[in-house]
């Protein structure tokens, strides 16, 4: 997960949830009150042909839950090559092994949140 500063100019990497349903809609709530959180971004997994699949399917269930729960407006984002572009950053940063598999999916969901705030400008 990561979340934006105030003026939605940064995003910051704040964590993972691995936690099923519904589980991970409560704890995303938890974070949306804490943290004040007007908009969500979710990463939508569209293959390199521009398919739907499985994965996309699935993401934008997940979107559909939040917001019928949260009643907060969530956008899908493409999300492709995200996570090579985190892998890529985290290999130049130096962090390998298991603590950059630890790290890669908030490194993906900044870069996801990133693009979402610089396309907004």
């Given at each position: 997960m990561a979340i934006s500063d105030a003026e939605r100019r940064v995003a910051v990497p704040i964590g993972t949830i691995r936690t099923g349903a519904p589980a991970d809609v409560k704890a995303i709530a938890a974070i949306v009150r804490e943290e004040g959180v007007s908009q969500i971004v979710v990463g939508h997994p569209i293959s390199l042909s521009g398919r739907k699949g499985e994965a996309a399917d699935h993401a934008e269930r997940f979107a559909q839950a939040l917001n019928d729960f949260l009643q907060v407006p969530v956008i899908l984002r493409?999300?492709?090559f995200t996570t090579v572009q985190?892998?890529?950053r985290l290999a130049q940063a130096g962090?390998?092994?298991r603590a950059r598999r630890e790290v890669v999916d908030q490194t993906a969901a900044t870069i996801i949140l990133q693009d979402f705030l610089d396309s907004e400008r």
């Open positions: 493409d999300e492709r985190a892998e890529r962090v390998r092994g």
